[in-house]
């Protein structure tokens, strides 16, 4: 499964951007694409999840802020990220994920920076 990232850059809080996840391959296992975020080489953590059904989950401390959608025709997976703080100037990244949990693969990362 590979994963290709594309968006993000520079924002000013209160601001909107919207990164992408274009997934392709065999993707015959995947259940979910999921989105984490790394902030200054921490470790990475779990900003949202959307299932190959439809089912959304957003972690609570973006939720009503962050949102996860699809493009299926074009196996495309979206984080809008709306309301921007400077706290969530991260490292962004997708994984592909199988019905064990297991990665299947991760997108290259995206630079998110929110300015004051």
């Known amino acids: 499964v590979r994963l290709a990232q594309s968006g993000g850059g520079l924002a000013q809080a209160g601001g909107s951007l919207r990164l992408s996840c274009a997934v392709s391959?065999?993707?015959?296992?995947?259940?979910?694409v999921k989105w984490f975020r790394q902030i200054d080489g921490k470790k990475r953590d779990l900003v949202g999840t959307m299932t190959t059904f439809g089912f959304e989950n957003i972690e609570d401390f973006v939720k009503g802020r962050f949102s996860i959608s699809t493009d299926n025709a074009k196996n495309t997976f979206y984080l809008q990220m709306n309301s921007l703080k400077p706290e969530d100037t991260a490292v962004y990244y997708c994984?592909?994920?199988?019905?064990?949990?297991?990665?299947?693969?991760w997108g290259q990362g995206s630079q998110v920076t929110v300015s004051s």
């Open positions: 994984s592909a994920v199988d019905h064990f949990g297991v990665s299947l693969g």
């Open positions: 391959g065999d993707t015959d296992t995947m259940n979910s």
